[in-house]
């Protein structure tokens, strides 16, 4: 039995050995050439527009969830890739898409949107489109095994379609209405690992603008927590969220558009 003890031994550290070399396989995601996660979000949205008429009738407020009836809630899939470019160089390529449609019974009374009027106890059908496609760089002043910041600059190449149509037997209305465009926006990425499985990242940016009759901004973030389940694979689990604000007093082009949605995201990500 005594001749025995080393081999009793070894099988009783067998595991954490076998944990201590599987931790050694595991590098530093601040190494990490490239990154992409895929998973799913949740998104809880708030949605308020104000379209002006051409000859400058002031558009009514309207909520898009409560008085359009639009989805509150609902899912869509995640998608980021980052590659870096050298030992500090980093880039990151986002992709937010939102579609909705519904169809309500229109309760507000009388409202001017856009080029039309809608009624009480109007059919309306309502369509929202949103697309953001994001590339951003990043610059590490700071990059270690544990811990890497980076301030960051965004271009967020953003594109809103929203309609409203009204078709009864008595009644036949339609107006779209569009804003689409490029908006730079810099913040900070940082990624934080206590231990080779386990790690945290984070990025926020922000950026408000005014020029000639247009005040807009528009703020984005997300902070995840990922494990590892192999040196290449980990599951994520974050919070994201997108809000803009654009209020425009041009006298062919006015009105407000308020967007805030924001949710809870379960994904993967694979690493090289």
């Not at 992709?95 to 507000?108: A, G, H, N």
Request: glycine fraction near 8%; aromatic fraction near 12%; hydrophobic fraction near 40%.
């Amino acid at each position: 039995m005594i001749r025995n003890r080393p081999l009793w031994l070894m099988l009783a550290l067998a595991p954490s050995a076998t944990i201590a070399l599987a931790d050694g396989d595991y590098t530093s995601p601040t190494e990490s050439r490239v990154a992409l996660s895929l998973g799913i979000r949740q998104e809880k949205t708030s949605t308020a527009v104000r379209i002006d008429s051409g000859n400058g009738l002031a558009g009514t407020f309207i909520d898009g969830e409560n008085d359009l009836g639009l989805e509150s809630s609902r899912y869509e899939p995640k998608f980021q890739l980052a590659v870096r470019a050298g030992e500090r160089s980093r880039l990151f390529f986002d992709y937010f898409q939102l579609d909705r449609s519904d169809t309500k019974t229109f309760q507000l009374g009388p409202s001017n949107f856009g080029n039309v009027v809608l009624l009480a106890d109007d059919p309306v059908q309502t369509n929202f489109n949103m697309r953001v496609l994001g590339l951003t760089y990043g610059y590490s002043v700071l990059h270690g095994d544990k811990f890497e910041l980076s301030p960051v600059l965004g271009i967020n190449d953003i594109s809103v379609l929203t309609s409203v149509r009204v078709q009864s037997a008595t009644r036949h209305v339609f107006d779209s209405e569009s804003v689409a465009g490029p908006i730079p926006t810099p913040g900070l990425a940082a990624t934080w690992a206590p231990s080779p499985r386990f790690y945290v990242d984070g990025s926020a940016k922000y950026l408000r603008i005014g020029i000639d009759h247009f005040v807009g901004s528009l703020e984005l973030y997300e902070f995840d927590a990922l494990y590892r389940l192999q040196p290449n694979i980990a599951i994520g689990l974050g919070y994201a969220g997108i809000k803009t604000n654009i209020v425009s007093n041009q006298h062919t082009n006015s009105g407000q558009f308020t967007f805030d949605s924001k949710g809870p995201t379960l994904f993967f990500r694979v690493e090289f």
